[in-house]
């Protein structure tokens, strides 16, 4: 899965979810849903999405 991530600056970017997620997480991330997400600035790929009841971490190294 792919999100579009836009900064606070307003620059986006695509950051993709390799991760195993809960059905039930993964039924509330539609395509043009917004949800908000935390990112590390010197690691933009690392990203949690914080949206409500979604809670996901995704990076390679398991953030």
Do not use: H
């Amino acid at each position: 899965m792919t999100l579009r991530v836009t900064k606070a600056d307003g620059e986006q970017y695509d950051a993709e979810i390799t991760r195993v997620m809960l059905a039930e997480s993964a039924e509330k991330l539609n395509v043009g849903k917004v949800v908000d997400v935390l990112y590390l600035p010197q690691d933009p790929q690392s990203i949690v999405i914080t949206s409500q009841s979604i809670i996901v971490s995704v990076n390679e190294s398991g953030f």
